[in-house]
């Protein structure tokens, strides 16, 4: 065979090598689709802006017809002129700090709890069986429930709050961290044993890394129990000592027939929910997606 003729072969199949090796990478490479940005927001703004439109008129309008008294059901105008009150009169921000900053310092404690209380359960069997339907069942329980106790242990004081908000957020917190050990691939831990990872290294580099997103989706679940945690004790353990957070402004809404100053409160607990939301855990949910080929736009 001539010489010109085997090295055409062989370049044709080093070539063809090439190519094939080329094509397998480009199956592991996750596909971006990139969207230009006013796509995206109008694509992430326009549905609920348009949504809250269409809330607001259909609520003027049962307003309007008069289906249900004005001290049930206020017009959307009586509720901004209350939410303009309180802006205007500068007590909103304090209203607001003293309710998100519990919220935050509660979630932060849970977060030192649960983690290695999520490990102990996920890797230790015994530990699993004594406290692992315990966390089912506290994360089932309405954390309301708490609050007379709480009250009669700790008195109205700021202890009460976080006790609470702590029995509302840790079980879900430890419980999506359970789920997300559970489903990593049995492989790597026995490949950070291998490498030398034991111990508190193997849960530091191998397996929060891996369960990352069973325990992201915890955490949102956690953060969502400790602020409903932290509505409920507001309201019901209102006192002059621990100030006038968002529960506290709902129940003097109520206490003195402000059906107005009432949906002003639900309105500004639903607006911190939904921010917290957007701002805090959907950027994480993306990134560790996006991070692991999962999030495509």
Not at 22 to 29: F, I
Not at 223 to 247: N, Q
Request: charged fraction near 15%.
């Amino acid at each position: 065979m001539p010489p010109e003729l085997v090295e055409r072969r062989g370049g044709s199949g080093t070539d063809d090598s090439a190519k094939a090796l080329a094509g397998l990478d480009a199956l592991d490479t996750p596909t971006v689709n990139r969207v230009p940005w006013w796509r995206r927001a109008s694509s992430s703004v326009l549905p609920p802006v348009v949504a809250l439109v269409l809330v607001v008129v259909i609520w003027q309008i049962v307003w309007a017809s008069a289906v249900l008294p004005e001290f049930k059901l206020p017009a959307p105008v009586a509720v901004w002129d209350s939410f303009l009150t309180i802006v205007a009169d500068g007590s909103i921000w304090s209203i607001l700090w003293t309710s998100i900053s519990r919220a935050f310092l509660g979630f932060a404690i849970a977060l030192v709890i649960a983690t290695p209380l999520g490990l102990l359960v996920a890797k230790v069997p015994v530990v699993r069986s004594a406290i692992g339907p315990l966390l089912s069942g506290l994360q089932s329980l309405p954390s309301v429930a708490w609050v007379p106790a709480a009250v009669l242990w700790f008195g109205l004081t700021d202890a009460t709050i976080y006790f609470v908000v702590l029995l509302g957020s840790v079980p879900s917190i430890a419980t999506g961290l359970v789920a997300g050990i559970d489903q990593i691939p049995p492989i790597l831990p026995r490949v950070g044993r291998v490498l030398g990872a034991r111990g508190l290294a193997s849960a530091r580099h191998v397996l929060l890394p891996a369960a990352l997103p069973g325990y992201l989706a915890g955490c949102k679940q956690g953060w969502a129990f400790s602020w409903r945690s932290l509505m409920a004790a507001e309201i019901i353990a209102a006192g002059p000592a621990l100030g006038i957070g968002l529960g506290a402004y709902l129940k003097n809404g109520s206490d003195f027939n402000d059906i107005a100053g009432v949906f002003s409160a639900v309105l500004l607990i639903l607006v911190v929910g939904i921010g917290i939301e957007l701002l805090v855990f959907r950027p994480l949910e993306r990134r560790v997606l996006r991070a692991r080929g999962l999030a495509l736009t």
